[in-house]
């Protein structure tokens, strides 16, 4: 279950890490109030995963999630670069991450 929460506190970072650039420097204030929301819950939630996992492991996934998701998100909303390198970049997190899960014992 942990693991799971360790996901979804991820997810979180990508809806903050993206958030970011609608805030347009914290001067609007609904974009504002869901950034920080989302700051706050994804880091209660890591807390919560790291209460059982390793923590090396628990941030190293969580930090990827957010990375992937958010370059993923910068591409399909904000129209930057798909470029074949950055794509292998992301794959190679991706499988950090998958190697990190399977390398940890919980």
Do not use: C, D, Q
């Amino acid at each position: 279950m942990n693991w799971v929460i360790l996901v979804v506190a991820g997810l979180f970072e990508i809806g903050w890490a993206v958030g970011l650039k609608y805030t347009e420097g914290f001067t609007r204030v609904w974009p504002t109030v869901g950034t920080v929301l989302s700051m706050v819950i994804s880091l209660g939630l890591l807390g919560v995963a790291m209460k059982s996992l390793p923590m090396g492991t628990a941030y190293a996934i969580w930090v990827g999630v957010g990375a992937v998701g958010t370059v993923i998100l910068g591409i399909v909303l904000l129209g930057e670069s798909a470029h074949p390198l950055r794509l292998i970049s992301l794959a190679f997190i991706v499988v950090g991450i998958i190697g990190l899960k399977f390398a940890t014992p919980a």
